[in-house]
């Protein structure tokens, strides 16, 4: 494969909303993003596709978070890629931490770039799938939701940028 079938990549993680319940009484959550890229193709013969990992900052006391961290990727072969974002509620040092959901893209394309600078970004809206996530912090989300009358905010998103395809 040659260098000019590789790209630069740019993902944003914005901000999440309606993220699930993980501290119970606080009824909030300290959400981080768990990003892992898989190349559609290796790079290279020598290397197998592999999962790319990235971590954004913790946010407390939240359920929107806003995290605006960017990670910059370089070496992406052109044919795409699968990007799971796992949202985690961060606990103290020994406990595990709370899974509240995951989402996921597929990009069977990237973008053509000048000068191997990424192209223009749009940005994404991904619904967290619930079935990937804790019990416990679907039980806790449900049932704030149940005591405030407000079902709206168990919906949760997570919003983030790439280049446009």
């Excluded at 995951?102 to 990237?110: A, C, G, I, K, S």
């Amino acid at each position: 494969m040659t260098s000019k079938q590789l790209s630069d990549v740019l993902i944003t993680f914005k901000r999440g909303t309606g993220i699930p319940i993980g501290d119970a009484v606080a009824q909030s959550s300290d959400p981080y993003l768990l990003a892992l890229l898989t190349p559609r193709v290796p790079p290279s013969p020598e290397h197998p596709p592999f999962p790319l990992t990235f971590r954004t900052t913790t946010r407390r006391h939240t359920r929107e978070p806003e995290w605006n961290d960017t990670w910059h990727l370089g070496g992406i072969p052109a044919e795409g890629f699968t990007l799971q974002i796992k949202i985690y509620d961060e606990d103290k040092p020994g406990d595990k931490d709370d899974r509240l959901g995951v989402v996921e893209f597929d990009l069977n394309q990237l973008p053509p770039t000048s000068d191997g600078k990424p192209g223009e970004e749009q940005e994404h809206v991904l619904k967290i799938k619930k079935r990937k996530a804790s019990r416990r912090a679907y039980a806790l989300t449900y049932l704030g939701a149940w005591c405030h009358g407000d079902f709206h905010k168990q919906r949760g998103r997570v919003f983030f940028r790439l280049p446009r395809d």
